[in-house]
């Protein structure tokens, strides 16, 4: 019961702050924060403790799930090398860095347990930094790569987290530690997660595919996180990477197999739930705060100077950060300039075989795959380069290194009994989550305005977005076209009906385009003529959903063009799917 009312009353606290924070003009989870340590230190509350365990294996996988299933795959393809090098390379190397000085600093503790705090304090939260990111609007390649990031990260730190345990163990008991063993570990956990996470993918979006009702299709979503995370975590393997595979998996293909219906309840459902559970975490982390300074005890390390360890800690990982992401820009820089030298060359040999006439049907059709990959190898160079990453980005992306959800939930998963220095590894650990959140988080928004970034341009997303709304509409035309197509019944179509649907068919188009231009300025009968105009509208809402679905392949225009695009296709097929079954949901 107590629980039940904590409960209530957090979602309460939520809501009522991310309302304020919006007048205020800061991020919610940072008011949330100081709002939970204001509450652990009013005299008379009682203490809130929430089990490390509810939250890894709770609260976890639907976060991550919920965030990787609105992560374009197109961009999260473009930027994998730069989402590698944060979420895997900054990470080992933060955790060794980090836990080699509190190793250094703390006698008793042996290097094993302090990399496991290190590992504990590495990865950065995929909420903390997105949410102020967008917010702000970023341009659209620095918010994929800080979700990647953060989506990704997660499971590096955990298993690394996991290797480190095993170590301390090990050591403490007399035994050696493997070095290549625990690469190995890496290795397996990694690989077997991926394969999980796609296995549960394939499946959930097939069972879901032929779900039409949204009620029962988003139910099952709900399961899809866990059925992920629970069997790679039993077999050893990494349940959050398996999580965030299904979850990258299942919105990529949600586009092409789910109704859409089911889409909009989908996206409404779990931005929900991302949105209570997320922000209860961060006021939890403020309301556990005097808890866990009051237990620890005093005599080697108080609990003040087990906060400047912590500190100190936030010094060394904001250090790390800016002298990995310096690097990282400029190589990434270059790689681009030598992957557009080498595409230019294969563009020129494949114009030279252009004319050769090809011998074979086998050989015109891989040309024609080759030319495919190069179309798509095109598109990408030319978004990265409009949206390149130069020291304003680079600034932006080394400052954004909060932690949170991770970093509360396995300090308390450390072994109690085995780890020196529990109690002050654990405050260490919260007081570098509060402090980045409070100090990175809260003067993030300041480092935006300094360095000048912009986000994407508004005329050229529109004129973008009109340029392929006419692929589209041209797509959706021809098959008003198609002497293949017939009514239920053999039913002939009036040629009123088919004109009416063509005007409704550019209609969108032509509003796109229009305010493109001015962007600078401020149950029927089946032979009755609306079911006709339904059923060829059906058939050309289809037309250009495969039309939508080929640019996106192809990597033609910006995610976030495609999803725009996207939905308004989901609308307008919402709007029909009601039409037809008279508003109710069938069961």
């Given amino acids: 019961m107590e629980y039940a009312l ?56 639907p976060l991550l799930y919920s965030a990787a299933i609105t992560v374009p795959v197109v ?10 090098a944060l979420s895997v390379g900054l990470v080992v190397v933060s955790a060794l860095v980090t836990g080699f000085a509190l190793y250094m ?23 903390a930094a997105t949410s102020i990111a967008r917010r702000m609007g970023l341009p659209a390649r620095l918010v994929t790569i800080l979700e990647g990031e953060g989506l990704v990260n997660d499971a590096t730190a955990l298993v690394l ?15 050696d530690f493997n070095v290549w063993s625990a690469v190995g570990d890496f290795v397996y956990a990694a690989a077997v997660a991926v394969a999980i996470g796609f296995v549960i993918g394939i499946v959930s979006v097939g069972v879901r595919g032929k779900l039409r009702d949204p009620l029962l299709d988003t139910a099952v ?39 859409a219906q089911s889409r909009i309840a989908e996206r409404i459902n779990w931005r929900t739930a991302q949105f209570v559970l997320e922000n209860g975490v961060f006021l939890l982390m403020g309301v556990q705060l005097k808890h866990i300074v009051d237990d620890v005890p005093g005599g080697e390390v108080t609990a003040m100077q087990s906060v400047l360890l912590g500190l100190m800690c936030v010094g060394i990982l904001i250090v790390l950060r800016i002298l990995f992401v310096g690097p990282l820009i400029v190589v990434l820089r270059r790689t681009e300039k030598l992957a557009e030298g080498r595409h230019s060359r294969v563009r020129r040999l494949l114009g030279r075989l252009r004319s050769v006439t090809m011998p074979s049907e086998r050989a015109q059709r891989r040309q024609a795959r080759i030319e495919r ?43 109690r009994n085995d780890t020196p220095y529990y109690e002050q590894l654990v ?56 002497p293949e197509f017939s009514l239920p019944g053999d039913q002939p179509v009036d040629d009123q009906v088919i004109e009416r649907v063509r005007r409704d068919t550019m209609l969108a188009a032509q509003a796109a385009w229009e305010r493109a231009e001015n962007a600078g300025n401020a149950d029927g009968i089946v032979d009755s003529p609306h079911q006709q105009y339904r059923a060829l509208r059906r058939e050309v809402l289809q037309a250009e959903r495969e039309a939508l679905l080929e640019a996106r392949a192809r990597g033609a225009y910006p995610s976030r063009i495609l999803q725009r695009a996207q939905s308004m296709l989901d609308l307008e097929e919402a709007r029909l799917e009601q039409i037809d079954t008279g508003g109710r949901v069938e069961v």
């Fill in 75 to 84: 961009d999260f393809r473009r930027n994998l090398a730069s989402i590698s």
């Fill in 221 to 259: 979503s709900f399961a899809v996180p866990f059925l992920a995370y629970i069997p790679a975590e039993e077999i050893h393997a990494s349940g959050v990477l398996a999580v965030v595979v299904a979850g990258l998996y299942s919105g990529h293909h949600a586009a092409a197999r789910f109704s």
């Fill in 427 to 482: 405050l260490v650990a919260f007081t570098v989550a509060i402090a980045t959140l409070l100090l990175q988080g809260g003067t993030l928004p300041l480092i935006i305005r300094i360095s000048g970034i912009r986000g994407s341009d508004r005329v050229a997303d529109r004129r973008q977005l009109a340029t392929l709304l006419d692929e589209m509409s041209e797509a959706g035309l021809q098959a008003l076209e198609n």
């Fill in 6 to 61: 904590f409960g209530v009353i957090g979602v309460v606290v939520v809501v009522g702050a991310a309302a304020f924070s919006r007048r205020l003009g800061v991020a919610a989870p940072l008011l949330l924060v100081l709002i939970g340590i204001v509450y652990s230190y009013v005299p008379g509350t009682p203490s809130i403790d929430v089990p490390s365990s509810w939250i890894l294996m709770g609260v976890l996988p």
């Fill in 105 to 127: 600093v703390l006698e008793r503790l042996n290097l094993a347990a302090a990399i496991a705090l290190g590992a504990v304090i590495s990865p950065t939260d995929v909420v």
């Fill in 161 to 175: 987290l996991r290797s480190a345990i095993a170590a301390a163990a090990l050591t403490s008991g007399g035994g």
């Fill in 373 to 415: 990959m190069q179309d798509r190898r095109s598109n990408d160079i030319a978004q990265l380069k409009a949206e390149g990453l130069g020291w304003r980005g680079g600034s932006v992306l080394a400052w954004a290194g909060m932690r949170g959800v991770v970093t509360l939930a396995a300090a308390q998963s450390l072994p």
